[in-house]
Each structure stands twice: as structure tokens, then as C-alpha cells.
């Protein structure tokens, strides 16, 4: 099981790593996501929650607890979650699987679909 303080790391090289990706990675997760979004992420096998604004294909600063108003929420194990982030599983996948759960409205579901 991966500690908090790895889990942290991790979202916040997730933040970096997508702060760094091209136009065209921020332009099409723009486009699939337009409105700003509020990503909330509960880690379930951990006590932690996180949370960030996603908008103009951008990921803000990580604030730990739960927001006070979220999009999309997300849970996912600590192990889980560092394997998403390292590219060694996909979203889709992790979901489909049942690892990933994702409470969000159906036009945001279907938006993040199309960005697997």
C-alpha cells in the first residue's frame, strides 16, 4: 500500500507533468471538458481526499480534504492511483474494472470517455 505522502507526490507530479504537456494535450482537454470542473479524489485505502480545478485544459493547485462543491468525484486505491499516474494502467481500464469509481454527470462521463 503506497503512504499519503507518495500518493501526494504523485498527484502533484500528475499536475506538473500536464502543466508541462503541449498545446495540443491542453487544447483537446479543453475541448472535451470546456466548463471549469471541480476533481475531487478520495483515496479509499488511505485516509485522504484531494482536490483540484481542471480548466482550459489545465489542472490548479492540489488542496487536501474534500471540496465543498465537486464535479467529478473519483475513488481509487493508493496502489491504483500510482499505477494510473505512472501509464501503467488506463482510465478506461481502471474503470471498467471496477478499481476506478466515478460519480459525475453523463455529459462529463461521456466527455472523459473520448479523451481515453
Avoid: C
Amino acid at each position: 500500500m503506497a503512504t499519503r505522502r507518495d500518493v501526494e507526490r504523485k498527484l502533484r507530479e500528475l499536475i506538473q507533468r500536464m502543466d508541462g504537456a503541449g498545446d495540443g494535450v491542453r487544447g483537446s482537454l479543453a475541448d472535451a471538458l470546456p466548463d471549469a470542473k471541480v476533481i475531487e479524489l478520495t483515496v479509499t485505502d488511505l485516509p485522504g481526499t484531494y482536490w483540484t480545478q481542471l480548466a482550459s485544459g489545465r489542472m490548479h493547485a492540489l488542496h487536501d480534504g474534500p471540496a465543498e462543491r465537486a464535479d467529478i468525484r473519483i475513488q481509487v486505491q493508493s496502489d491504483h492511483l500510482i499505477e494510473l499516474v505512472d501509464g501503467r494502467s488506463s482510465l478506461l481500464g481502471s474503470f471498467l474494472s471496477g478499481n476506478v469509481k466515478i460519480d459525475a454527470s453523463l455529459g462529463d462521463l461521456l466527455r472523459l470517455r473520448g479523451l481515453a
